[in-house]
């Protein structure tokens, strides 16, 4: 994983709106993409994950969308609530190796 | 058990000390990793565990920082004569071979 500095790219949407937050991965050869929240205080939580055989997936208000070919990641949340302020990560992954984490960005529910 | 679980939750120590910090996984997971991650940063890969296999210590940022892992199950990562910079919340997941890491719920490290 990354640190890059104190300050996390934040993203700001107000309740109701849906939520984009993206993520450049490094490795052409992963196979596995998952994204994570992490609340203050807590570990970081599973939140949906996609295979490198597949483009988009769909969970409960979530949606994970890879674009192999320029290596990018997103997450898109409908209907963005303020239980979802939280730092997303996303991790990529090789079979049999270790996971590789972004450096995060801090989402933000405005009332 | 129902998760990763992680011991202590908290822990002070003095610059120079010794710490332990203990990880039970998941049963049945056959990987489990260490990161640490400092106030306000991402996850920084300390240590990979994968079934017998030697493990990836290519993370570990000095020779004060050591993991082992016993029976393939719980895991402790130590920490040699602690420095004020080791302070960070430490954070253990397991995983089956390829599949979605679960983490715990780390323990903060205070070294002062």
């Known amino acids: 994983g990354e640190s890059v500095g104190l300050h996390l790219p934040t993203l700001s949407v107000q309740e109701g709106d849906n939520s984009i937050i993206n993520c450049a991965y490094s490795n052409s050869a992963s196979d596995y993409f998952i994204w994570y929240k992490q609340e203050s205080g807590k570990g970081p939580q599973f939140i949906i994950d996609?295979?490198?055989?597949?483009d988009k997936r769909q969970g409960q208000r979530v949606t994970v969308l890879l674009n192999k070919t320029v290596k990018h990641l997103s997450l898109q949340i409908a209907a963005t609530q303020p239980g979802d302020s939280a730092v997303y990560f996303c991790a990529e992954n090789i079979m049999g190796q270790n996971f590789v984490f972004g450096p995060g960005t801090r989402l933000s529910v405005l009332p | 058990g129902a998760g990763v679980s992680q011991s202590p939750s908290n822990k002070v120590t003095e610059k120079g000390k010794d710490v332990e910090l203990r990880c039970d996984p998941i049963?049945?997971?056959?990987?489990l990793y260490w990161y640490r991650q400092s106030l306000g940063q991402g996850l920084e890969f300390l240590i990979y565990f994968q079934g017998n296999s030697a493990p990836d210590k290519s993370g570990l940022p000095s020779d004060r920082f050591s993991a082992e892992r016993t029976g393939g199950s719980v895991s402790t990562l130590t920490i040699q004569r602690t420095q004020q910079e080791d302070s960070a919340v430490y954070l253990c997941?397991?995983?089956?071979?390829?599949?979605?890491?679960?983490f715990g719920p780390g323990t903060r490290l205070t070294v002062l």
């Open positions: 997941a397991s995983s089956s071979a390829g599949d979605t890491q679960y």
């Open positions: 996609i295979r490198s055989n597949m």
């Open positions: 049963s049945g997971h056959t990987a």
